[in-house]
């Protein structure tokens, strides 16, 4: 189950990169007129949204990997050499 979650955390890092770079791309491009900037904003908006998506899926998958590591530390009995 770990090794899952993991490579799900490695899947949604590829798409992030991949969202990042169309942002940075629509950012760069030229506007003319108000209707393509409100376009180009609209775009930029939807895609700092699946950014933050993204972010949050991440953290969360992290932290069910912290739990379920932790579990698996108190079924085998670990101790803690600093307690």
Not at 46 to 58: C, M, S, V
Request: glycine content about 4%; proline content about 2%.
């Amino acid at each position: 189950m770990i090794k899952q979650i993991e490579r799900q955390v490695r899947e949604l890092q590829r798409e992030l990169m991949e969202v990042q770079n169309d942002r940075d791309s629509i950012r760069l491009q030229p506007c003319w007129g108000d209707a393509e900037i409100r376009q180009k904003d609209e775009s930029l908006d939807g895609l700092e949204k699946r950014i933050d998506a993204i972010h949050e899926k991440i953290r969360e998958l992290e932290r069910r990997r912290r739990e379920m590591m932790s579990e698996a530390l108190k079924k085998a009995g670990y101790e803690s050499p600093f307690t």
